[in-house]
């Protein structure tokens, strides 16, 4: 089908849709509906022995060594729970260094000898999984031949039951580790660099006073932004289907330039799916918020509410699941690419981070006065101190060669990591620097000067969409995540740092007041060395212009553009030394996150350059080539008449057809040359040779796509993707 039958087939079911029921059957509402299908605190309450209860809740809530005695007694609660809500398989599910969710399902049923099957699940099953380990990303921690890998049940994080037209699953959040006990995945790391964070923040509580800290953890809101794209059109884009992104695609004749998108009406027929999204993501106890109209035409977000950053991360991973799926069912496919569409904006993922518990609330909170909340300004300085020191590894938590098209233009955060701190903290830690803080810039009130509309307030400080490592209010954003990465990597990272950070602060108020200095005294003198020594990192102005590019330069705080700058700091002695001094990663583990990052790299980029190559040859190529044969035709045909003929459309196809078929020739050439070498020297080749290969073909390829008739084009074009929902 060409690609102008695609677009009228789209456009007559867009006419033709109606929605899906999606609304809440009988008299279901909304609250009674969440969390129906997760394995909760109140079910494990009405089905667990006290003593067991009490147990479990113990590890969850205060991270207590789990007790293995509980397993049965859980596990039997459990199945029987599952059985009833319909389950007949269960799952180990595990988050692989791929960056994706993978599961292994089991019956609950096995046959006995009088030829009937009796449901078993017993405690060993439910604590330990044994998956093949062979095949996943591991950089070198296993070798093919040795396959073994255990999953390992985490307590902390709920089981849920995943619906299904023909039969639903009992899903276990587990951890995935090798045989020697190295992590294999993402929420290992999560659970040590949590746990690490934990422990120092409850020695400056303590030291503050606080009696008997419960577990103190990090909290996280991850804010996700998405393409949609009518199914037509998906399915008629290899790109799309391969890679995620658009290989080629001139500009459409309007983009986002009115900014008439951002935050406008929702389409029907995308609303319909939203609702129909959010009611599967309610059953499963993931707390949906916000939903609403992006920057760019096509573009949405959902947005969920703050959760411990484990339970945050699992969620993502079913969020974006469940956005696949249900928009499949309204025939549009979801994408998360970081960027999609050339030209228009791109997707992130923001990370809302936070810490504290469920006693304290968030210990970023600053109050109305912040110059007198000690303990929220060493917190806050605790940030401070650990984005400056270890910004190179925050870049390199969010590089891929996704996100390369994304970071530093105008819808992301430069590559540069800074912190906004706004008008009221910024002067808060100016007077601090200076010897101490004395007042702080209150909130405000707005009069709009309509007589019935009410004074509003409002804050002591504007926000600042160009930071990378912002403050908001409550919490600080990591605006440079990718849409399509799992949160898991930056919160590791950010515990990490700030489990540094902490320790460093504990160590030396606990040092000060050992040595006899006023507590008071001793938090004063170390806010201000803090703000001295890594104040450089807190930039309040314009991310993006070119002045930041060389002041930040001035101030020392590194530039990493590309993901091959930024990989190389996971491997540095000082980023080595930090994960394994706070027992998150090992020496073998950080070589592993290296090596799988270039892999991952150079696997993207050469599959996109294959696809740029197939579809330039087989489809754009003739089609321009067949466009060149009407058009000569037509002149001839001309000519024989005696008419004298305009050869100006058929001049301006020749040079871009001229063009296409060179750049071919030299991405063709370049994909030869690659061969296969170590990760590094493979990376290398994608970026050097690869990269602007497939630019020289994209740019050919685009103007023709302004020259070549309509109906010959194969491909849908930016304006219908972007535009028919």
Request: with cysteine.
């Amino acid at each position: 089908m060409s690609g102008n039958a695609v677009r009228l087939q789209a456009i007559k079911d867009v006419e033709a849709y109606v929605p899906p029921a999606v609304s809440f059957v009988d008299d279901e509402k909304p609250g009674e509906i969440f969390g129906q299908n997760v394995f909760s605190k109140t079910v494990m309450q009405k089905r667990l022995p006290k003593s067991v209860y009490k147990s479990v809740i113990a590890t969850i809530e205060k991270g207590k060594p789990l007790d293995p005695m509980v397993a049965d007694a859980v596990a039997s609660a459990m199945k029987d729970w599952a059985l009833e809500k319909g389950a007949t398989h269960y799952a180990h599910v595990f988050y692989p260094l791929t960056g994706l969710t993978a599961e292994k399902h089991d019956s609950f049923f096995d046959p006995v000898g009088d030829g009937s099957a009796l449901a078993e699940f017993a405690g060993k099953t439910l604590v330990q999984g044994e998956p093949d380990a062979s095949s996943f990303p591991n950089g070198g921690l296993r070798n093919t031949f040795e396959a073994r890998g255990y999953t390992g049940w985490d307590v902390t994080s709920p089981a849920y039951v995943l619906e299904n037209p023909n039969g639903n699953t009992l899903c276990i959040p587990t951890v995935f580790v090798s045989m020697t006990g190295d992590a294999l995945d993402h929420k290992t790391p999560l659970l040590r660099s949590q746990q690490a964070m934990g422990v120092h923040a409850e020695r400056i509580l303590t030291l503050f006073g606080h009696d008997d800290v419960e577990n103190i953890v990090s909290f996280c809101g991850p804010e996700q932004e998405y393409f949609l794209v009518d199914r037509h059109f998906f399915l008629a884009r290899p790109d799309l289907l391969n890679s995620g992104r658009t290989l080629f695609g001139a500009k459409p004749p309007k983009g986002q330039e009115f900014d008439d998108h951002y935050f406008g009406a929702i389409p029907e027929r995308v609303l319909g799916f939203m609702m129909d999204t959010e009611r599967e993501l309610f059953k499963l106890g993931i707390p949906a918020k916000t939903r609403h109209n992006e920057v760019a035409p096509g573009q949405f977000e959902i947005a969920p509410m703050f959760e411990r950053g484990n339970i945050a991360a699992d969620h993502q991973q079913l969020l974006m699941t469940t956005l696949k799926t249900i928009a499949k069912k309204h025939g549009m496919a979801c994408l998360f690419h970081e960027k999609p569409f050339d030209g228009v904006n791109g997707s992130g993922k923001h990370v809302n981070f936070s810490l504290g518990n469920s006693d304290l609330g968030s210990l970023l909170v600053p109050g109305d006065n912040p110059h007198d909340n000690a303990q929220f300004l060493v917190f806050c300085a605790a940030v401070i101190r650990g984005v400056h020191k270890y910004g190179g590894l925050l870049r390199a938590s969010v590089a891929s060669a996704t996100n390369d098209h994304r970071l530093g233009a105008n819808e992301a955060p430069p590559a540069i990591i800074s912190v906004f701190l706004g008008d009221q903290l910024a002067g808060v830690f100016e007077q601090i620097a200076k010897g101490a803080a004395t007042s702080s810039k209150g909130k405000g009130t707005m009069k709009i000067g309509v007589d019935t509309l009410p004074v509003l307030p409002t804050d002591p400080g504007d926000r600042n969409r160009t930071s990378p490592f912002a403050f908001t209010g409550n919490r600080f954003e990591f605006r440079a995540p990718g849409s399509m990465q799992t949160v898991s990597g930056p919160i590791v990272t950010i515990n990490t740092i700030m489990a540094e950070s902490l320790d460093y602060i504990a160590t030396e108020l606990e040092t000060a007041v050992a040595n006899g200095t006023d507590f008071d005294t001793a938090v004063q003198n170390l806010l201000t060395e803090i703000i001295t020594n890594h104040g450089d990192v807190v930039f309040n102005g314009d991310g993006y212009s070119e002045n930041w590019q060389n002041e930040a330069a001035a101030r020392g705080l590194p530039n990493l553009r590309t993901t091959l700058d930024a990989l190389p700091e996971l491997i540095t002695e000082s980023a080595v030394e930090l994960f394994g001094k706070y027992q998150v990663f090992n020496h073998r583990e950080m070589h592993s996150r290296y090596e799988i990052g270039l892999e991952q790299y150079a696997l993207t980029i050469g599959v996109e350059a294959r696809l740029t190559l197939e579809l330039g040859q087989t489809s754009i190529l003739p089609a321009a080539i067949r466009y060149q044969t009407e058009l000569a035709q037509n002149v001839a045909a001309l000519k024989a008449a005696g008419v004298d003929a305009d050869l100006s459309a058929l001049e301006a196809v020749s040079a871009p057809l001229t063009n296409l078929r060179v750049a071919l020739a030299e991405l063709k050439s370049a994909l030869t040359a690659q061969g296969e070498s170590e990760a590094l020297a493979e990376a290398t080749h994608a970026k050097d040779a690869l990269l602007p290969a497939m630019a020289a073909v994209r740019a050919a390829a685009d103007c023709l796509e302004d020259i070549v008739a309509d109906d010959l084009w194969p491909l849908p074009t930016y304006q219908e993707m972007l535009y028919v929902l």
